[in-house]
């Protein structure tokens, strides 16, 4: 439906920081969209981590990453930002951005969401 692009994935130590970009191909109606970053690991399903709504007014996080990760995005440069700080290894996993549309559907559920980037592998060492 859409391209989108991750980046800012690699290796760090636990207690270290990490910044991912998702950035849309085109920006046609980007605002018009709730973008969201999931996570799966090796074996796992895949699972939400943050989603953003198009204005960004509204914000969801996951249990696991409050207090430590930040979603933020610029709808002028048609990206969507996930700051990940005091990573530990749980957080270990291949991290994807998603496209939602601004209606009622399940902003947890990666079902909901109908483009996906690649994937950007994070891997933090003990």
């Known amino acids: 439906q859409v391209q989108l692009v991750e980046s800012g994935g690699g290796l760090v130590q636990a207690g270290g920081s990490l910044r991912l970009s998702c950035a849309a191909a085109s920006g046609r109606a980007f605002s018009m969209y709730v973008m969201g970053w999931f996570r799966q690991a090796p074996g796992k399903e895949r699972e939400f981590v943050a989603a953003i709504s198009g204005r960004g007014g509204t914000i969801y996080y996951a249990d696991s990453v409050k207090a430590r990760f930040t979603i933020s995005r610029d709808n002028a440069k048609n990206s969507v930002y996930l700051q990940m700080n005091s990573l530990k290894p749980e957080d270990t996993a291949v991290y994807y951005c998603?496209?939602?549309?601004?209606?009622?559907?399940?902003?947890?559920?990666?079902?909901?969401?109908?483009?996906w980037g690649q994937g950007t592998q994070v891997t933090v060492s003990s």
């Open positions: 998603g496209r939602k549309r601004e209606y009622y559907t399940d902003t947890y559920s990666p079902s909901a969401y109908d483009s």
